[in-house]
């Protein structure tokens, strides 16, 4: 079945460790995202990509990074992760171009900060 | 600027009963996308339904069935007969102008049914 991919499920860092998050689609879909939901609360975007061109947030912190290599992977890397990123991490995809097509959603990575 | 509303934080029903979750919705575009996302414990949001801003019909799905309506700015979702498995959180959402890609997801409803 044609999903999106998120590895891995749970992944515990330390403060300041750098940490890399990964997902991957088999949709075949032009954009990639990214969002960090804290608990009890909406979905917050990141940045995504449509196809290779970047689009970060104007409040997402520079600590977070991302990288799209090809069309199905796509990486989000904090640099120094903090307490206060300890999260769940989603990855989405959709189709492109217009802002009528639905995201399919991994099943997120849950981060935890030491 | 765009925003959605959830006015309802949490529900709690009694299995077999019918509940209905509000969500209300601002915004100057004419043309624009509403969507229910579902969020089951397990932590992945689940795609439920799509409407354009032009098609005002009402949707039916099973036991789910959605509202839409432009003269008051909201797209409601209806569960009949609700089921345990139904407990989740419950997110509707706005898309963004035209191009940006994005989507202004509003705070959720988390619905509990109880056996």
């Known amino acids: 079945d044609a999903m999106v991919i998120q590895n891995p499920r749970y992944q515990v860092t330390q403060f300041g460790k750098p940490v890399t998050l990964s997902c991957s689609q088999t949709l075949n879909h032009n954009v990639m995202y990214w969002y960090q939901q804290k608990s009890s609360q909406a979905p917050k975007l990141l940045f995504h990509?449509?196809?290779?061109?970047?689009?970060n947030e104007a409040d997402t912190p520079d600590n977070f990074q991302s990288r799209r290599p090809n069309t199905s992977f796509c990486f989000l890397d904090i640099r120094s992760p903090g307490l206060g990123d300890a999260a769940m991490y989603l990855c989405a995809t959709s189709r492109a171009p217009g802002t009528g097509f639905e995201q399919y959603f991994g099943p997120g990575t849950r981060l935890t900060v030491t | 600027a765009q925003k959605v509303t959830q006015a309802q934080t949490e529900i709690s029903v009694v299995e077999k009963e019918d509940v209905t979750l509000d969500c209300v919705y601002e915004?100057?575009?004419?043309?624009?996308?509403l969507f229910w996302y579902k969020q089951p414990p397990s932590g992945e949001l689940v795609f439920l339904i799509r409407?354009?801003?032009?098609?005002?019909q009402n949707e039916i799905s099973g036991r789910y069935s959605w509202n839409f309506q432009k003269s008051t700015s909201s797209f409601n979702f209806t569960i009949t007969a609700s089921q345990v498995v139904d407990s989740a959180v419950y997110f509707c959402?706005?898309?963004?102008?035209?191009?940006?890609?994005?989507?202004?997801f509003g705070t959720g409803t988390r619905l509990k049914v109880l056996a």
């Open positions: 959402a706005l898309s963004e102008p035209l191009g940006t890609y994005k989507y202004i």
């Open positions: 409407r354009n801003s032009f098609d005002e």
């Open positions: 915004t100057r575009d004419t043309t624009y996308y």
């Open positions: 990509y449509y196809d290779k061109d970047f689009n």
